[in-house]
């Protein structure tokens, strides 16, 4: 144990861990916040889809040599998310077949960009790396911690500010349209919200794995809270927990971030149902 402890101690002397962990945490904590309004939406199914037009995005980022693949990123997965959330009532095509269409031409399109202009030699395991997460979040820069710490307080400030809204449109969407709230608006700010997160946590988790982080913390807390306040703060703090946890495991055990920390995430869900079935809320 007091190795372990030491062992520990040693890690954080250095900046690239303490770097993992700021970020790690964040965007565990903007997710986990999000999560639940995304679940009770319903809209579970797009951070899935989004996460695919990331990963095509973050090809074409990486091949035309951008310096942080954020800069590319960031817009094409907000635009894809304004494309698919923005109302389409007399649309021919329904707005799930548009996901489908969209995740799964990005997919394709950037394991095809990778196939033909990359210069690894390791084309399989980059696209591994890119899906399911690596210790990319070990090479983070100070200037990478920043932008991320700013988007985050960004999209923490947003959801504060608008909590009675975003409350009301998760609850009763119709009676909030009928009071005169635009609620089209303030689902396109979720949309909006969402794809930060997942292009974010890419870093983290990889591109298939950053739906889980969002969904499962959510999850968990609606198994034995009953409030959308008491879900949220519990989901967050769950979700803070996992991530450290995840991220302790992997650099002391040498596994895979992403999937480290959407284990943690799944055995927390799990210990979750078991204390909601054992306090009659499951």
């Given at each position: 144990m007091s190795s372990t402890l030491g062992l520990i101690r040693m890690y954080l002397s250095h900046d690239f861990v303490v770097y993992a962990l700021i970020v790690g945490v964040s965007i565990a904590l903007c997710a986990a916040m999000?999560?639940?309004?995304?679940?009770?939406?319903?809209?579970?199914?797009?951070?899935?889809?989004?996460?695919?037009?990331a990963f095509g995005a973050m090809t074409i980022g990486t091949i035309l040599h951008i310096s942080s693949n954020l800069y590319i990123?960031?817009?094409?997965?907000?635009?894809?998310?304004?494309?698919?959330?923005?109302?389409?009532?007399?649309?021919?095509?329904?707005?799930?077949?548009?996901l489908a269409i969209l995740s799964v031409v990005s997919l394709a399109f950037g394991y095809l960009l990778m196939n033909v202009f990359s210069a690894s030699a390791?084309?399989?395991?980059?696209?591994?790396?890119?899906?399911?997460?690596?210790?990319?979040i070990l090479t983070l820069t100070s200037q990478d911690v920043v932008l991320c710490l700013t988007i985050?307080?960004?999209?923490?400030i947003a959801f504060i500010f608008l909590y009675n809204r975003l409350f009301a449109v998760t609850f009763d969407e119709e009676y909030t349209k009928a009071t005169g709230t635009k609620t089209d608006t303030y689902n396109l700010i979720i949309a909006i919200i969402i794809a930060v997160i997942i292009v974010l946590g890419m870093n983290l988790v990889g591109s298939l794995l950053i739906s889980a982080l969002i969904i499962f913390l959510a999850l968990s807390a609606m198994c034995v809270f009953g409030s959308f306040k008491s879900v949220t703060?519990?989901?967050?703090?769950?979700?803070?927990?996992?991530?450290?946890?995840g991220m302790f495991i992997s650099i002391l055990g040498g596994t895979p971030v992403g999937a480290t920390i959407v284990t943690v995430d799944a055995a927390m869900y799990l210990v979750f149902i078991i204390i909601g079935k054992a306090t009659a809320r499951g």
């Amino acid at each position: 144990m007091s190795s372990t402890l030491g062992l520990i101690r040693m890690y954080l002397s250095h900046d690239f861990v303490v770097y993992a962990l700021i970020v790690g945490v964040s965007i565990a904590l903007c997710a986990a916040m999000v999560g639940v309004t995304l679940v009770l939406k319903r809209y579970s199914f797009i951070g899935d889809g989004l996460s695919h037009v990331a990963f095509g995005a973050m090809t074409i980022g990486t091949i035309l040599h951008i310096s942080s693949n954020l800069y590319i990123t960031l817009p094409v997965t907000v635009l894809a998310a304004v494309i698919l959330l923005r109302s389409n009532r007399n649309s021919k095509v329904m707005g799930d077949a548009k996901l489908a269409i969209l995740s799964v031409v990005s997919l394709a399109f950037g394991y095809l960009l990778m196939n033909v202009f990359s210069a690894s030699a390791n084309v399989s395991g980059d696209v591994c790396t890119t899906l399911f997460g690596s210790t990319s979040i070990l090479t983070l820069t100070s200037q990478d911690v920043v932008l991320c710490l700013t988007i985050s307080v960004l999209v923490i400030i947003a959801f504060i500010f608008l909590y009675n809204r975003l409350f009301a449109v998760t609850f009763d969407e119709e009676y909030t349209k009928a009071t005169g709230t635009k609620t089209d608006t303030y689902n396109l700010i979720i949309a909006i919200i969402i794809a930060v997160i997942i292009v974010l946590g890419m870093n983290l988790v990889g591109s298939l794995l950053i739906s889980a982080l969002i969904i499962f913390l959510a999850l968990s807390a609606m198994c034995v809270f009953g409030s959308f306040k008491s879900v949220t703060i519990c989901s967050v703090i769950i979700s803070i927990v996992a991530a450290l946890t995840g991220m302790f495991i992997s650099i002391l055990g040498g596994t895979p971030v992403g999937a480290t920390i959407v284990t943690v995430d799944a055995a927390m869900y799990l210990v979750f149902i078991i204390i909601g079935k054992a306090t009659a809320r499951g």
